[in-house]
């Protein structure tokens, strides 16, 4: 009986001093506190035990806590579950270094925030679209009006739901406000939402077959925050910003390099696999591996690249990780100048070609993990792709093209002369992350009688002179997107129409312009292949551009997580991927 007088005693005495607190706690935070599993029981033992002096005393009292004892004692005590940081995180390891916390001003940081902000289409691991956020859509049968019919169930990180003018304001705002956008002002001839069945329409003033591929890209903003922001390119924020995917982009930390994503409280999609996930942007290869091999981040991503071939082996030794290889729709590839002379002349872009030792590119660059490319550019990973003629290594073949074509070395100095009776001396502009490539090219046209200097040059730079046409050839690359864009099959870099910081549009040819408006006009399949065919056939025939080696794109991953896979588009970094994959048990 006296230690139940005991027992009582007690209770009656925490309750009178855990109410005011109690109340206290919830009339400052304005949130109803919510206890755990085992309820108040657990708070009486706790407070129990501290007046005995901790579990022993407890015990020696003769009263058990049972199971309880071993739970979060201050999640207890305050009644809330114990915090989402306990939940596993992805870390994610990248080359692709975000400069600037600018949402929209920094590409890199536009490709990662696909997971915060989704488009509205996504393409799946065979290449086809499908909706993202958008349900499904409808296209007129000449192809210049598209309705897309949202999800019912999204919302932002903030509470609001995300609406058609969500949809209309974003892809209007990327119009007027980047670069690399034009396109839709230049097409878009008007837009409609409806809220009755939760739809956008967009109506263009030509036939465009692409839309769904074109909106598999563009992240969808917030119109109720972005609107009122000036100056959207150069805005900077390190975070939050309010996202509607499964996860919102929480923090930019440029001084610790990494993006941080945390769930979005009010998505109501499958449960996201992650509590967290943190991209580390690394400028050191080496940094990065050495990450990995520690276990400090999980995978490896960068867009339309793979992880470093010369790296593989050093990754595979510590039977940590798998890896995951998938055959590149994007390629690197030399860009002449078609606006000036020599570059000008189709025979001495043949010659070019000959002169190239592509197995030799080959072996130095991707280490086994490519292939000799065919003139018509295109991989055959890609759609409709068409087997024309290899590329072919041949410098006597490209000397001879280039004397029957009229250049020849007059003077005996080794160098052979243009039209004009001057020495050609080409000028190659690389930045620095062709250097190699760069100096082989040098060592190759030397060896046809061409003179040829490097120019190296950062990107910023190199995106002016490339558009201004200062530079005889250069060295760049295709990514996946930009195989897809405009009329497909690689069409948006050389159409002269176009504009963006990858493209070269060097190509103003009547033929060729009339080839991308047809497949963008065109809704039958097989009419659709046969333009395919052409452009190749194009690409093959006139050699706007010499692909110097298709690859492989490598993925690592850590064996602990399972459930990977890779899209064309965006490879590993997609929605689906942070939903589904999840850690393997112990």
Excluded at 488 to 497: A, E, H, L, P, T
């Amino acid at each position: 009986m006296k230690q139940w007088l005991t027992f009582a005693t007690l209770i009656f005495i925490f309750c009178a001093n855990m109410y005011p607190a109690v109340a206290a706690g919830t009339e400052d935070s304005g949130e109803n506190l919510t206890s755990s599993n085992d309820g108040i029981f657990d708070r009486v033992i706790t407070y129990i035990k501290g007046l005995f002096g901790g579990e022993e005393n407890l015990q020696d009292s003769g009263i058990s806590s049972g199971t309880s004892v071993g739970t979060n004692l201050e999640a207890s005590a305050s009644g809330v579950e114990p915090s989402a940081d306990t939940e596993v995180s992805l870390k994610i390891a990248t080359p692709s270094v975000i400069k600037s916390a600018s949402f929209l001003g920094d590409s890199s940081l536009g490709v990662f925030a696909h997971l915060s902000n989704p488009p509205l289409m996504k393409m799946d691991s065979e290449g086809h679209l499908t909706g993202q956020l958008a349900e499904s859509y409808e296209v007129s049968e000449n192809n210049t009006c598209w309705t897309f019919y949202l999800k019912d169930d999204l919302y932002w990180s903030d509470g609001e739901p995300v609406t058609p003018e969500d949809i209309e304001f974003s892809i209007r705002h990327y119009g007027k406000e980047t670069p690399w956008a034009s396109w839709i002002n230049d097409t878009l001839e008007s837009s409609a939402v409806s809220d009755a069945d939760n739809s956008v329409t967009f109506r263009f003033n030509k036939p465009y077959t692409r839309i769904d591929l074109e909106f598999a890209t563009y992240n969808i903003l917030p119109a109720h925050v972005w609107e009122s922001i000036e100056n959207p390119m150069e805005y900077l924020n390190e975070g939050p910003y309010v996202g509607c995917g499964p996860y919102y982009l929480k923090q930019i930390d440029l001084n610790a390099g990494k993006l941080v994503f945390e769930k979005n409280p009010y998505w109501k999609g499958k449960a996201p696999a992650f509590g967290s996930v943190e991209v580390h942007f690394y400028s050191n290869m080496d940094v990065a591996t050495l990450a990995l091999e520690n276990g400090d981040v999980d995978t490896y991503y960068k867009y339309a690249g793979s992880y470093p071939y010369p790296n593989i082996e050093q990754l595979e030794k510590t039977g940590n990780f798998d890896f995951m290889e998938k055959t590149n729709i994007g390629l690197v590839f030399l860009a002449p100048n078609l606006k000036k002379a020599p570059l000008s002349d189709l025979q001495f872009r043949e010659a070019l070609s000959y002169a190239i030792n592509y197995e030799e590119i080959i072996k130095l660059e991707t280490l086994g993990y490519g292939d000799v490319p065919n003139r018509g550019f295109v991989p055959p990973s890609m759609e409709a792709f068409k087997e024309t003629e290899k590329l072919e290594y041949n410098p006597e073949k490209a000397r001879e093209i280039l004397k029957k074509a009229g250049y020849s070395d007059s003077n005996g100095n080794g160098i052979l002369e243009g039209k004009d009776g001057k020495d050609i001396k080409l000028e190659i502009l690389i930045r620095p992350d062709y250097a190699r490539i760069g100096e082989l090219l040098k060592e190759y046209l030397e060896q046809v009688g061409l003179a040829a200097d490097l120019r190296t040059v950062d990107a910023d730079t190199w995106f002016t002179l490339k558009d201004n046409y200062e530079y005889d050839l250069t060295v760049t690359r295709s990514t996946p997107w930009g195989m897809l864009m405009h009329a497909n099959w690689g069409s948006g870099y050389f159409d002269s129409r176009r504009t963006g910081q990858g493209v070269m549009h060097n190509v103003d040819d009547p033929e060729f312009l009339q080839l991308c408006d047809d497949i963008l006009a065109t809704t039958d399949p097989e009419e659709l292949q046969s333009y395919a065919y052409e452009l190749q056939d194009y690409y093959a025939g006139n050699l706007p551009a010499i692909p110097l080696y298709w690859d492989n794109v490598v993925t690592p991953f850590n064996r602990q997580f399972e459930g990977w896979y890779a899209d064309p588009l965006y490879g590993i970094y997609n929605l689906d991927n942070f939903l589904n994959v999840t850690k393997t048990p112990a």
